[in-house]
């Protein structure tokens, strides 16, 4: 085996995969008969940068042979999908557990529910405020209103719908999605008890509902009627 940098004798284990047979499988993969082995104790991390044009091979030729490997835990961009498809089953197969985030096909993505990690009125509050100031169209003014209530009105809503669908909806509802689908049906700010009562049928929600109410200016909170 010819190789390149650090020369790896310790602490090596033979390949398990069958058709791996002149080498350590704690290397990477250069070319045919030269690989890096790796050797965190002496090499710490040997980046590798892989230049050239598309359609060259990079993919096939260096980052597929290497994660087939199946020597240690990878994060890939995959683009296309390709890496995903051509060495998915095998990683599997060695016990790899995967995990996909697919932002163009969402039903064939891993998700995250932001809710199930807040705790307290707080964490909601941060949360909300974070989700509605944040600059997603790229424009440099969006943060540059001189009314905070631009800000304050709709992170107070969305508090209200999280703290809503936390407290009241079962477990299984309780997500991201649930609480954007409620305030999609609150036409207005001064009755949105209203439009939240229809998509709960159960009595008991719909008493408490009553007794919950959002308004400018105040989160979630304990009052008689539907607003000022």
Same mark, same amino acid.
């Given at each position: 085996?010819?190789?390149?940098?650090?020369?790896?004798?310790?602490?090596?284990?033979?390949?398990?995969?069958?058709?791996?047979?002149?080498?350590? *499988?704690?290397?990477?993969?250069?070319?045919?008969?030269?690989?890096?082995?790796?050797?965190? !104790?002496?090499?710490?991390?040997?980046?590798?940068?892989?230049?050239? *044009?598309?359609?060259?091979?990079?993919?096939? *030729?260096? @980052?597929?042979?290497? /994660?087939?490997?199946?020597? #240690?835990? &990878?994060? @890939?961009?995959?683009?296309?999908?390709?890496?995903?498809?051509?060495?998915?089953?095998?990683?599997?197969?060695?016990?790899?557990?995967?995990?996909?985030?697919?932002?163009?096909?969402?039903?064939?993505?891993?998700? &995250?529910?932001?809710? &199930?990690?807040?705790?307290?009125?707080?964490?909601?509050?941060?949360?909300?405020?974070?989700? /509605?100031?944040?600059? /997603?169209?790229?424009?440099?003014?969006?943060?540059?209103?001189?009314?905070?209530?631009?800000?304050?009105?709709?992170?107070?809503?969305?508090?209200?719908?999280?703290?809503?669908?936390?407290?009241?909806?079962?477990?299984?509802?309780?997500?991201?999605?649930?609480?954007?689908?409620?305030?999609? !049906?609150?036409?207005?700010?001064?009755?949105?008890?209203? #439009?939240?009562?229809?998509?709960?049928?159960?009595?008991?929600?719909?008493?408490?509902?009553?007794?919950?109410?959002?308004?400018?200016?105040?989160?979630?909170?304990?009052?008689?009627?539907?607003?000022?």
């Amino acid at each position: 085996m010819r190789t390149i940098g650090f020369h790896n004798t310790d602490k090596t284990r033979p390949a398990t995969t069958p058709w791996v047979t002149h080498y350590q *499988s704690g290397a990477t993969i250069f070319g045919r008969g030269t690989y890096l082995p790796i050797d965190y !104790g002496q090499a710490r991390n040997d980046n590798t940068l892989v230049v050239g *044009s598309s359609g060259t091979g990079k993919t096939y *030729s260096f @980052v597929e042979p290497n /994660i087939l490997q199946a020597n #240690a835990n &990878y994060v @890939v961009a995959d683009a296309k999908g390709d890496i995903l498809a051509n060495t998915g089953m095998s990683l599997r197969a060695q016990g790899y557990h995967i995990q996909v985030l697919n932002l163009v096909d969402l039903k064939h993505s891993m998700t &995250y529910n932001p809710l &199930y990690y807040m705790h307290d009125e707080m964490d909601v509050v941060a949360f909300a405020h974070q989700v /509605i100031g944040a600059d /997603i169209t790229g424009n440099a003014n969006h943060r540059g209103f001189d009314d905070p209530f631009w800000t304050n009105a709709p992170a107070s809503l969305l508090e209200a719908l999280i703290m809503f669908t936390e407290e009241f909806l079962p477990v299984g509802m309780q997500t991201m999605g649930t609480a954007l689908r409620l305030g999609s !049906g609150t036409k207005s700010a001064f009755r949105c008890p209203a #439009a939240l009562e229809q998509r709960c049928p159960e009595q008991g929600v719909r008493e408490n509902l009553e007794q919950h109410c959002w308004y400018p200016g105040n989160r979630l909170g304990t009052v008689h009627g539907r607003g000022r």
